[in-house]
């Protein structure tokens, strides 16, 4: 029997619906494979809508994402719109209203893409890092006093609960008990930060304790950036916190061959409300309109989407089309020292997925 899901697109900014496009066209080529079919709800936010009416998106844009299965988000941001305003505006409280505490990032070496360190051998560098995603550094607990006076004064405070902290912990482990290596790294700063993060320490030690058959190690995050270059082949499952988690990932998308790679899932790990899955790359504005983006991070969020949706064959088939392309010298964009544009690239998925699926094109 066909399953049926409707999907929340928020293309967004910048290079965000070109990629946008792509991903779409993978999950159609794919969807006969787990025979469902897909309603695509698209939702015009972003800076143009800012510019026009004064907010990133409509007062009850919350709750209109709220009756969909999944939201599938292209990139948001704008060279004359301030981050903060951006990012408090749209992506944040998404994931506060529907408790996506779990933003999971993968970072793979693929067959066919040289990394910027030297000799490192195709799947060699395999991570999966756990950020939490809805309270520590990025909570927006604070306040500005005597603003934009000489003794301006600016409080911004971190937040870090037990629940917090354990959820997404937990959820780490519970990835690593599957994976071959069964290794887990937790990032945190408790040696300068004496509260918070030595909280985070002891709930992950709690947690520990339940998974004796996974290796860990703790690492203060200036240490942990200096090992994912120096040593990243030797990371398996990382967990880290807000900030923290979002400066490795980073950090490990390019460790990897290119930011264009970068997939992302913020989750809730209940189903209570939508997931929302998007690429790490930001809106680009450089390159914006140039068709040249690479697609293939939408396209691998696209897929993680499918696997939430537990239509894993789909998922499986998107994944294996960009490990073949890449593998295979297939069309590539410039990031990744090729001359194809994004629409070539994305077309390229989808007929292999097409083919995967015994489809025509």
């Known amino acids: 029997m066909a399953r049926s899901f409707d999907i929340a697109v928020i293309e967004g900014d910048g290079i965000g619906p070109e990629v946008t ?36 998106a409509p007062e009850d844009y919350l709750d209109t994402l709220a009756g969909h299965d999944a939201i599938l988000l292209g990139a948001v941001g704008h060279p004359d719109v301030q981050d903060h305003i951006t990012l408090n505006g749209l992506l944040l409280p998404i994931r506060r209203r529907f408790d996506q505490c779990v933003c999971l990032r993968p970072s793979y070496l693929f067959p066919g893409v040289e990394s910027p360190l030297r000799d490192k051998a195709p799947g060699s560098i395999d991570m999966q890092i756990f950020r939490e995603n809805t309270e520590g550094e990025y909570a927006n607990v604070g306040g500005r006093l005597y603003a934009e006076r000489t003794h301006d004064v600016a409080v911004q405070t971190s937040i870090f609960t037990r629940h917090g902290c354990r959820r997404i912990i937990q959820a780490a482990f519970e990835k690593a008990a599957t994976r071959p290596r069964k290794r887990i ?14 909280l985070w320490d002891e709930v992950f030690d709690e947690v520990a304790a339940g998974f004796p058959e996974i290796d860990t190690e703790s690492l203060l995050i200036d240490r942990a950036v200096m090992e994912f270059v120096r040593r990243p082949e030797s990371f398996d499952v990382v967990v880290a916190s807000n900030l923290f988690g979002d400066i490795l990932t ?17 989750i809730d790990p209940t189903r209570t409300g939508p ?40 998922a499986a088939a998107i994944e294996h089309a960009v490990k073949s392309l890449l593998a295979e010298g297939g069309p590539r964009t410039p990031d990744l020292g090729g001359e194809a544009t994004t629409e070539q690239t994305g077309e390229a998925i989808a007929a292999r997925i097409a083919i995967a699926a015994g489809v025509s094109t």
């Open 21 to 56: 496009r792509e991903a779409i066209r993978a999950v159609e080529a794919a969807a006969g494979l787990d025979a469902a079919s897909f309603q695509w709800s698209s939702y015009p936010w972003g800076t143009d809508f800012y510019f026009s009416h004064g907010r990133m």
């Open 185 to 198: 790294a937790s990032i945190t700063k408790s040696n300068a930060q004496g509260y918070g993060m030595v």
């Open 250 to 266: 980073d950090l490990a998308a390019i460790v990897v061959g290119s930011m264009g790679l970068a997939a992302s899932a913020n």
């Open 275 to 314: 997931s929302m899955f998007e690429p790490v790359h930001g809106s680009a504005p450089d390159i914006t309109g140039q068709g040249i983006a690479n697609p293939l991070a939408a396209i691998l969020s696209a897929a993680m989407m499918l696997d939430h949706l537990q239509l894993h064959a789909a």
